[in-house]
């Protein structure tokens, strides 16, 4: 990640993979995983600007998030799988 600087409103995410098992063994069904998406932000860039103003980004690096399935570009950057998308995209952070 040394080579890749993220800019204005992108963020760069690795997706956690969906647990298959709830923690006392019930198989989880496809279903319910497949809609929505969480990742650990590993870059952010400086934010938005609007109107001339930068709007900073409310993200950082090491929050986990949750966007839809079907949003960003899916990269391989190095030997990680990761997605950019724009900040906008990203439904909320996990605390």
């Not at 800019?7 to 929505?36: A, N, Y």
């Not at 900073?56 to 949750?66: E, L, M, R, Y």
Request: glycine residues 10%; charged residues 25%.
């Amino acid at each position: 990640m040394k080579n890749y600087k993220a800019l204005f409103d992108q963020v760069v995410v690795k997706p956690i993979k969906p647990k298959e098992t709830t923690d006392s063994g019930i198989i989880l069904s496809v279903k319910m995983t497949d809609k929505i998406e969480k990742g650990e932000v590993l870059l952010v860039g400086a934010g938005l600007v609007k109107d001339g103003v930068l709007i900073p980004s409310q993200v950082k690096i090491g929050d986990t998030v949750a966007f839809p399935n079907n949003v960003g570009t899916k990269v391989k950057l190095g030997d990680i799988d990761i997605i950019i998308m724009r900040e906008g995209e990203v439904y909320g952070i996990y605390e």
